[in-house]
């Protein structure tokens, strides 16, 4: 069973950083490209990243382009998003999601989610 | 980037009716492959959005027999049949042709 676990999601002052890990099981993670998915409170879904399978390749929305860096350790299962630079518009939950690119998508399995504040 | 505009904003439906979400691109998210890269989800009331059609009209692992998936190239649809007290929640159709991927802004469906 696939399951993704995300951590890291704190309150934070603007301007300052922090670092979401997602821990993945159930697949063999090295395999599938990874994607994070942000939800602000009470609105719609935005995708933020997505990285290949060796992490060779990324990819970003421009609003978070030069501020957040989405990575991955392949030998302990984990993706990464350090996200520098914080603004009050990046307070959302964030999502760790996978899938089988060009069939089910980036998005056909997701963690449970971590919230990231940012407010002074 | 391509908008994805969903309607109606919000649904309510009588237990064992059927209720269609529509969904519309910007921009054909038929690829020259012949696949259309259109997606529905839903987000249950407090739960992570769960993949529900890929593909414009192929059923995910799981997924109950009375959801479809349908359309063209631009205008795509999300039929529920014989709607259950399960079904609520807020669907999204997303597209997964090009980068940005981007949402639908999502439509709430309730039950009456």
């Known amino acids: 069973e696939v399951q993704l676990v995300e951590s890291g999601g704190v309150l934070v002052q603007p301007g300052r950083s922090m670092k979401l890990s997602c821990a993945a099981s159930g697949f063999t993670f090295s395999s599938f490209p990874m994607a994070w998915v942000r939800q602000a409170p009470t609105k719609g879904l935005e995708w933020v990243a997505t990285i290949s399978t060796s992490g060779g390749s990324t990819y970003y929305r421009d609003s978070v382009k030069g501020r957040f860096t989405i990575s991955r350790d392949n030998a302990k299962s984990t993706l990464y998003l350090q996200m520098d630079s914080l603004r009050s518009e990046d307070t959302a939950t964030y999502y760790c999601?996978?899938?089988?690119?060009?069939?089910?998508?980036?998005?056909?399995?997701w963690g449970q989610g971590t919230l990231v504040t940012v407010s002074s | 980037d391509i908008v994805m505009t969903q309607a109606p904003l919000s649904v309510s439906v009588t237990p064992g009716e059927s209720a269609s979400i529509s969904c519309r691109s910007s921009?054909?998210?038929?690829?020259?492959?012949?696949?259309?890269?259109v997606y529905w989800y839903l987000q249950k009331p407090g739960k992570s959005p769960q993949l529900l059609i890929y593909?414009?009209?192929n059923l995910a692992s799981g997924v109950p027999d009375r959801f479809s998936g349908s359309g063209s190239e631009t205008d795509f649809t999300l039929k529920i049949s014989r709607v259950e007290a399960e079904d609520v929640g807020i669907y999204y159709c997303?597209?997964?042709?090009?980068?940005?991927?981007?949402f639908g802004s999502g439509t709430k469906l309730e039950i009456k």
């Open positions: 921009k054909s998210l038929l690829h020259s492959n012949g696949i259309t890269y």
């Open positions: 999601t996978t899938g089988y690119p060009g069939i089910t998508g980036w998005f056909a399995y």
């Open positions: 593909r414009m009209s």
């Open positions: 997303g597209q997964l042709l090009e980068n940005p991927l981007t």
